[in-house]
């Protein structure tokens, strides 16, 4: 498969404007990387940070890579702030908050990587981003500026765009926004370190996020899972003709899907298994799935009475591939549940009983 706090909402340019009246009713919210240690050599802890809502519980979405086979924790945020240590066999770490509301609601919040790819441990990333405008036609930002740096290094890639690089002497960046509707970018600190005959230029991993800009959505030529997958790797989204949406990728999708493009080109055969054990179950179910061609998948758990339990698995690209998850079940009433992994045109169920 192949993310300091928001003080205030208001500090962006993206406020939550009325929309259309959507499923959502569970407030997203933002997340940031808000502290970077590296412990040692093979230790890496960092702190998110998300802006907290009262009678709203969050929890982290931490994805990650080992032995090629794709990874989910789902960790609990405590008083807006979490801590954790990463595993350092993945090179690429995803983080999604999710808003988990007293009505069983969950909504997907705002989305970050940080890649390690060419990096050293030791020279720390840009944290506590804030973005101060973004779309349609230019994007601003600024995040906290550490000891470490000589400059900043930042990467513009719009979507099928060709890769525009920079550098910074300062933790603030203004970028003019290429005709696209998927903004991506990647922030590097510069540090310089001392070598055998001179100093040498060394990068921290890559803080991502993409920032999605729609104009009309009847142009906005995708099929539905791409869509899904866009807004799903998101951090903020705006829409000229509906709004900003902020991190609300439920609402944003509730609105735009109507104009998805069908895509009959895409194969309804890619899972080639889907086991699930154990099961019957009580307090963990451990699901495994193959694919044979990439394709965008999506889980979810379905009680009895044809409701939503649990999204053990928001829609995105997969690539082939061996594939396994996790979900917690324990607090799951017993009774005969559906668990269900689908792409755009088949739905794949079992039928999973659930332990007092």
């Given at each position: 498969m192949k993310l300091a706090p928001f003080f205030l909402l208001g500090i962006l340019s993206l406020g939550f404007l009325p929309k259309p009246s959507a499923q959502t009713t569970c407030p997203p919210t933002l997340v940031q990387l808000s502290a970077y240690v590296a412990n040692d050599a093979n230790s890496v802890t960092v702190a998110l940070t998300c802006l907290s809502v009262e009678d709203v519980r969050y929890a982290i979405e931490y994805r990650f890579f080992l032995d090629d086979v794709s990874e989910m924790m789902l960790l609990p945020v405590a008083n807006g702030r979490i801590l954790l240590r990463l595993h350092l066999e993945s090179i690429q770490h995803q983080f999604t908050i999710r808003s988990i509301c007293s009505n069983n609601v969950e909504t997907r919040g705002a989305t970050f990587f940080l890649d390690f790819r060419d990096a050293m441990f030791d020279c720390p990333p840009p944290t506590d981003l804030v973005i101060e405008t973004a779309g349609p036609e230019i994007a601003a930002f600024r995040w906290q500026g550490n000891s470490a740096a000589d400059r900043y290094q930042v990467n513009y890639t719009p979507r099928n765009g060709l890769l525009q690089t920079s550098d910074t002497p300062v933790p603030?960046?203004?970028?003019?926004?290429?005709?696209?509707?998927?903004?991506?970018?990647?922030?590097?600190?510069?540090?310089?370190?001392?070598?055998?005959?001179?100093?040498?230029?060394?990068f921290s991993p890559a803080y991502r996020f993409s920032i999605v800009t729609v104009d009309d959505i009847k142009a906005f030529r995708l099929s539905c899972p791409e869509l899904e997958t866009i807004v799903d790797t998101a951090y903020v989204i705006q829409c000229t003709e509906h709004g900003d949406f902020g991190p609300d990728k439920d609402n944003f999708l509730f609105v735009h899907k109507p104009f998805c493009?069908?895509?009959?080109?895409?194969?309804?055969?890619?899972?080639?298994?889907?086991?699930?054990?154990?099961?019957?179950?009580?307090?963990?179910?451990?699901?495994?799935?193959?694919?044979?061609?990439?394709?965008?998948?999506?889980?979810?758990?379905?009680?009895?009475?044809?409701?939503?339990?649990?999204?053990?698995?928001?829609?995105?690209?997969?690539?082939?591939?061996?594939y396994r998850q996790v979900i917690a079940t324990q607090d799951l009433p017993p009774g005969i549940y559906f668990l269900r992994l689908h792409n755009a045109y088949r739905i794949l169920t079992q039928k999973v009983i659930k332990l007092p």
């Open positions: 603030s960046f203004v970028q003019a926004l290429q005709p696209a509707d998927v903004h991506t970018f990647e922030i590097r600190t510069i540090c310089i370190q001392p070598g055998i005959a001179s100093s040498v230029e060394v493009q069908p895509n009959a080109t895409r194969s309804n055969t890619s899972v080639e298994q889907l086991l699930l054990s154990p099961n019957p179950v009580q307090h963990e179910l451990y699901i495994s799935y193959r694919l044979r061609e990439p394709d965008w998948l999506g889980g979810d758990l379905l009680t009895a009475q044809g409701t939503i339990a649990q999204q053990w698995l928001p829609t995105q690209w997969h690539e082939v591939g061996d």
